[in-house]
């Protein structure tokens, strides 16, 4: 027996509808993967859910369906699980948040709903504290917060965009900023400057800042305090 592949990849408004292995499952379990069913999140964080039977709207917050298996019998019914399958595949979005495209990749991630900034997939998002390196410069530096606004609105310090810099010119404008600071500059006195960066232009440095001269990793709140 052969499964539709899923394709997340791309979400039109209206999906072709997609099953899951058995995987062992049985009664309702079963039928919530192996029953073709399409899940449409709804801009009110429920989910259409399109059967050959039928379209049902779960509401994962309230635990409620539409279905008679639900309204009648208050089962936790075939469609419930199916959202909760594909929230758990990441095929949807949770409750709360919404599907977008990354600024970097132009692959697909969730946000929250009210969120209207340019948004990052999991891999070219850089949480603070995080070690990355400079493209330009092949400094390390750590990441001290996200500015969650575009290249082309953010200024630094001299009035002028992160964007028009030319050493940022192979960067997108609609990329979020984030500021970091030198990593070098974490060991002496005086004041820590933070700089402002297109996402891409950071990188992520894979394992952990130890070896070589640098101060160990910190959070990226305060340097340390002595050398
Ligand atoms: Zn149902
Ligand atoms: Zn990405």
Same mark, same amino acid.
Do not use: W
């Given at each position: 027996?052969?499964?539709?592949?899923?394709?997340?990849?791309?979400?039109?408004?209206?999906?072709?509808?997609?099953?899951?292995?058995?995987?062992?499952?049985?009664?309702?379990?079963?039928?919530?993967?192996?029953?073709?069913?399409? @899940?449409?999140?709804?801009?009110?964080?429920?989910?259409? *859910? /399109? $059967?050959?039977? =039928?379209?049902? #709207?779960? +509401?994962?917050?309230?635990?409620?369906?539409?279905?008679?298996?639900?309204?009648?019998?208050?089962?936790?019914?075939?469609?419930?699980?199916?959202?909760?399958?594909?929230?758990?595949?990441?095929?949807?979005?949770?409750?709360?948040?919404?599907?977008?495209?990354?600024?970097?990749?132009?692959?697909?991630?969730?946000?929250?709903?009210?969120?209207?900034?340019?948004?990052?997939?999991?891999?070219?998002?850089?949480?603070?504290?995080?070690?990355?390196?400079?493209?330009?410069?092949?400094?390390?530096?750590?990441? @001290?917060?996200?500015?969650?606004?575009?290249?082309?609105? *953010? /200024? $630094?310090?001299? =009035?002028?965009? #992160?964007? +028009?810099?030319?050493?940022?010119?192979?960067?997108?404008?609609?990329?979020?900023?984030?500021?970091?600071?030198?990593?070098?500059?974490?060991?002496?006195?005086?004041?820590?400057?933070?700089?402002?960066?297109?996402?891409?232009?950071?990188?992520?440095?894979?394992?952990?800042?130890?070896?070589?001269?640098?101060?160990?990793?910190?959070?990226?709140?305060?340097?340390?305090?002595?050398?």
């Amino acid at each position: 027996m052969t499964h539709p592949a899923h394709t997340p990849a791309s979400l039109p408004a209206t999906r072709s509808k997609t099953t899951f292995p058995a995987a062992g499952a049985s009664g309702r379990a079963r039928r919530a993967r192996v029953e073709p069913m399409a @899940v449409r999140p709804l801009r009110d964080g429920r989910y259409a *859910v /399109e $059967t050959e039977g =039928g379209t049902y #709207v779960v +509401d994962l917050d309230a635990n409620t369906c539409t279905c008679p298996d639900h309204q009648l019998r208050g089962a936790r019914c075939k469609h419930r699980r199916r959202v909760a399958l594909e929230v758990t595949a990441e095929l949807v979005p949770p409750p709360g948040k919404r599907t977008a495209v990354c600024a970097v990749c132009g692959g697909r991630t969730f946000v929250p709903t009210a969120f209207d900034g340019p948004a990052l997939c999991r891999r070219h998002d850089h949480r603070p504290g995080t070690l990355v390196r400079d493209r330009e410069t092949g400094d390390r530096l750590i990441v @001290v917060a996200a500015t969650g606004e575009r290249a082309d609105r *953010v /200024e $630094t310090a001299t =009035g002028r965009l #992160v964007a +028009d810099y030319p050493t940022n010119a192979d960067y997108g404008a609609h990329e979020p900023v984030f500021r970091a600071v030198y990593l070098d500059s974490l060991g002496r006195d005086g004041d820590v400057n933070r700089y402002a960066f297109p996402a891409s232009r950071l990188r992520r440095v894979e394992g952990r800042a130890n070896g070589d001269a640098g101060p160990p990793r910190t959070d990226g709140t305060a340097p340390p305090t002595t050398v």
